[in-house]
T-cell receptor, first 112, second 116 residues
């Protein structure tokens, strides 16, 4: 089992719809969970950070964390073509260290 | 402007020729990391640093060295580069290693390294 798993996609949603991106992780000791957006050829950009169980909302983005089930998700409401990118989930620290593990990312396509 | 600056952006080198990729941040962040990004493998952490003079291995440290003599700088050193180190490299910094105060994280622009 990979330490951080994401569906590679592509996930295609129509403009204006809700995009739901999921990430599961294996290290129960992890405390910090990040969602990054990466456009092709660009560096990752932090869009959400969540630390506690439950939901965290920031504009059109909602991050959801369930530590018991070891998953973290990202909802994008009113999806726009400009949201088309790869979304990376990062989890850490892992293994009793201060390492962070990234998933391989989910490619999102928002269709106009 | 908050930023992480990496140099160079592009580098082609030959096997065995030592090189250094520089990374500097202007946010007084404690935690800095180096990652490499390869198709199908995603971002993998090479080394990280908790603070000045405190560094530790990530998932793929073989063939790399780092140092953290000043808080703002975290260079990545390839003593004897090999073709399997051809990759896209990112430096990143964040305010804290973990916890609820860890609310900022920035990546540099990336360095595309080719070793022939």
């Amino acid at each position: 089992q990979k330490e951080v798993e994401q569906n590679s996609g592509p996930l295609s949603v129509p403009e204006g719809a809700i995009a739901s991106l999921n990430c599961t992780y294996s290290d129960r000791g992890s405390q910090s969970f990040f969602w990054y957006r990466q456009y092709s050829g660009k560096s990752p950009e932090l869009i959400m950070f969540i630390y506690s169980n439950g939901d965290k909302e920031d504009g059109r983005f909602t991050a959801q964390l369930n530590k018991a089930s070891q998953y973290v998700s990202l909802l994008i409401r009113d999806s726009q073509p400009s949201d088309s990118a790869t979304y990376l989930c990062a989890v850490g620290p892992v293994g009793g260290t201060y390492k962070y593990i990234f998933g391989t990312g989910t490619r999102l396509k928002v269709l106009a | 402007e908050a930023q992480v600056t990496q140099n160079p952006r592009y580098l082609i080198t030959v096997t065995g020729k030592k090189l250094t990729v520089t990374c500097s941040q202007n946010m007084n962040h404690e935690y800095m990391s180096w990652y490499r990004q390869d198709p199908g493998l995603g971002l993998r952490q090479i080394y990280y640093s908790m603070n000045v003079e405190v560094t530790d291995k990530g998932d793929v440290p073989e063939g790399y060295k780092v140092s953290r003599k000043e808080k703002r700088n975290f260079p990545l050193i390839l003593e004897s580069p090999s073709p399997n180190q051809t990759s896209l490299y990112f430096c990143a910094s964040s305010s804290q290693p973990t916890g609820p105060l860890n609310t900022e994280a920035f990546f540099g622009q990336g360095t595309r390294l080719t070793v022939v």
